[in-house]
């Protein structure tokens, strides 16, 4: 991760902050601090004048993606059903989107390779001399994110070209 970049995030979030995070892969950042904004938000459950913290953060590289892990620091009987559901959609959004993402920050290949590579995996499939696999899925996957990224950007134009073709 990036000295600056690191920086900032454990000068905005300084109790779920851990050096250790400050050598995980530059791509992350955004992850990591958005995983963080949530994590404080589990204050936003209680009525208090203070906030607290309520999860100590770890992440862990597990078969090339990120994940994310919590830990309670404060007595789990002082939780309440909304937060133990915020806690869970808040890990479980950072480890889907780390696992699309972690491709891309690792191998970001340029798209006619990831035309090639889908092309060639499904009529592979298509002909029973191969199934699909994981690899497979997040070229399709990286592809199919490319192309939403693309139609975005053709809507925000003031006058988008009758055709891409």
Do not use: C
């Amino acid at each position: 991760m990036k000295p600056k970049n690191a920086k900032a995030i454990a000068s905005e979030f300084e109790t779920l902050w851990r050096e250790e995070f400050a050598a995980f892969p530059d791509g992350l950042e955004p992850l990591i601090r958005d995983l963080f904004v949530a994590l404080d938000g589990l204050n936003d459950h209680k009525p208090a004048d203070r906030r607290l913290t309520w999860v100590d953060a770890s992440f862990r590289e597990e078969g090339g993606t990120w994940k994310a892990y919590a830990t309670p620091r404060i007595d789990p009987r002082k939780w309440n059903d909304a937060q133990a559901l915020h806690l869970m959609k808040s890990l479980d959004g950072f480890n889907r989107k780390a696992a699309a993402e972690t491709w891309a920050v690792v191998a970001p290949p340029p798209m006619d390779k990831i035309m090639d590579l889908a092309n060639a995996e499904l009529d592979a499939i298509r002909d029973g001399k191969s199934y699909f696999d994981g690899e497979v899925a997040m070229a399709v996957e990286a592809f199919a994110l490319r192309w939403q990224d693309f139609e975005n950007e053709l809507a925000k134009a003031a006058d988008p070209p009758a055709s891409v073709f």
